[in-house]
Every structure is written in structure tokens, then in C-alpha cells.
Antibody, heavy 126, light 107 residues
Framework: QVQLVQSGAEVKRPGASVKISCKAS????????IHWVRQAPGQGLEWMGT????????SYTQNFQGRVTMTRDTSTNTVYMELGSLRSEDTAVYYC???????????????????WGQGTLVTVSS | DIQMTQSPSSLSASVGDRVTITCRAT??????LNWYQQKPGKAPRLLIY???SLQSGVPSRFSGGGSGTDFTLTISSLQPEDFATYYC?????????FGQGTKVEIK
């Protein structure tokens, strides 16, 4: 069965960096984009960006440009998300999610997240 | 960026009620609209993709509709396990964006 298992909770000081892992299993790792979505306490969902595990191509939202780096290790089926220059507003649960694509009436549609990691709480506090 | 606005932000309903949540985009997103359910402390769960396709394993009381800028999520007969927060999500253009969420509470 498909699983995305994330690394554990982190506590960081302002200005530091955090690197979260997301280990995939149960499917062909290089066939699906992995996205990162975060959720601040009591708030909604915010898309951060994506990586394609096959070639490593990435796309980040402007809000995180220059601070976020997504990488992958195809030998361990693991995707990483590193966020730097942390501030208190970065305190959130960070999720990885697998994007799927399916044919509907002969046309392939993608862009939806069918499997999610369990989430990693990152707390930024001095 | 495309903004997604859900209404209502919260609602109170009883078991067995029919519930409809709407989601409006600031520009046309064709059918690139998905719905997720999230319970406290849990990751979101995909319910509906591409506006109206039911995800495998999701009960048929959930349905989605709409295209362009206006979309709906309907729960035909609310069950106790449906009390949760629901999010719409557009994947038409980056940055992908979510609605602010609709919290469905017990009346």
C-alpha cells in the first residue's frame, strides 16, 4: 500500500534551517510529483511547492522563493524539504503529498493529492 | 494568484441533513478543483477530484459539481463521521491555492 512517512517534530531557533524528510513506499517513486503543504496552528492549508522525483525538477511558490529547497534521493525513495531563515510565522505542520493523474473521458487530469504524509510539526521559538 | 473563497466558513447541521459548501475562484479554473476533508490532528483526505470525480473509498453521499469559477461539495445525508473541516483546492495554475476551509459542526 502507498505510504508517505515523514520525519519527526522539530524545534528550531529563529534564523535557523529545518530539513524534513518524506519517505515513499508502495508505488513507483519516480512516477509521481511530491508536493509540500503547510498548515499553521488553527489555520488553513498553504501550498509550498513541488518536486518531481525522476529528474529532480522543482517549482516553488513565490512566498518561499530563496528560503525553500526540495530535493530527492532515488536510492531511498525519499524527498526532502529544507526551509531556511526560519521565523516564528513558520511554526506549522508540514505535509508531503503525492500528486496523482487519472484519465477522465479519455483526458488525463492531474493536480490532486491522493496520499499524504502524517505531518511534521515545526516549532520556531527563541 | 488565484484566490479561492469558500462559503460558509462554518455551519452547524444535524445528522441526516443535506449540506452544500460552495467554492468560488477569482478566475476560471476549468475543472481543476479538488475537495479534501480534514479532521483535527490528521492529514487532509481527498474526497473529490477534477470537480466531480469521487475518490475511491469515499462514500457516495459526497458529490462535487461545477466548472469555471463556481463549485459545490454536497453531502447528501450528513453522518457523524462527516463532522470535519473541508477545503477546496485549485490546481489550474501555480501557485496552487486552497480555500480557507469550511468547518462542519454538530447542531
Amino acid at each position: 500500500q502507498v505510504q508517505l512517512v515523514q520525519s519527526g517534530a522539530e524545534v528550531k531557533r529563529p534564523g535557523a534551517s529545518v530539513k524534513i524528510s518524506c519517505k515513499a513506499s508502495g508505488y513507483t517513486f519516480t512516477s509521481h510529483y511530491i508536493h509540500w503543504v503547510r498548515q499553521a496552528p488553527g489555520q488553513g492549508l498553504e501550498w509550498m511547492g513541488t518536486i518531481h522525483p525522476s529528474g529532480g525538477a522543482t517549482s516553488y511558490t513565490q512566498n518561499f522563493q530563496g528560503r525553500v529547497t526540495m530535493t530527492r534521493d532515488t536510492s531511498t525513495n525519499t524527498v526532502y524539504m529544507e526551509l531556511g531563515s526560519l521565523r516564528s510565522e513558520d511554526t506549522a505542520v508540514y505535509y508531503c503529498a503525492r500528486e496523482d493523474a487519472r484519465p477522465i473521458f479519455g483526458v488525463v487530469f492531474g493536480g490532486f493529492f491522493d496520499y499524504w504524509g502524517q505531518g511534521t510539526l515545526v516549532t520556531v521559538s527563541s | 494568484d488565484i484566490q479561492m473563497t469558500q462559503s460558509p466558513s462554518s455551519l452547524s447541521a444535524s445528522v441526516g441533513d443535506r449540506v452544500t459548501i460552495t467554492c468560488r475562484a477569482t478566475q476560471s479554473i476549468s475543472n481543476y478543483l479538488n475537495w479534501y476533508q480534514q479532521k483535527p490532528g490528521k492529514a487532509p483526505r481527498l474526497l473529490i477530484y477534477v470537480a466531480s470525480s469521487l475518490q475511491s473509498g469515499v462514500p457516495s453521499r459526497f458529490s462535487g459539481g461545477g466548472s469555471g469559477t463556481d463549485f459545490t461539495l454536497t453531502i447528501s445525508s450528513l453522518q457523524p463521521e462527516d463532522f470535519a473541516t473541508y477545503y477546496c483546492h485549485q490546481s489550474y495554475s501555480t501557485p496552487w491555492t486552497f480555500g480557507q476551509g469550511t468547518k462542519v459542526e454538530i447542531k
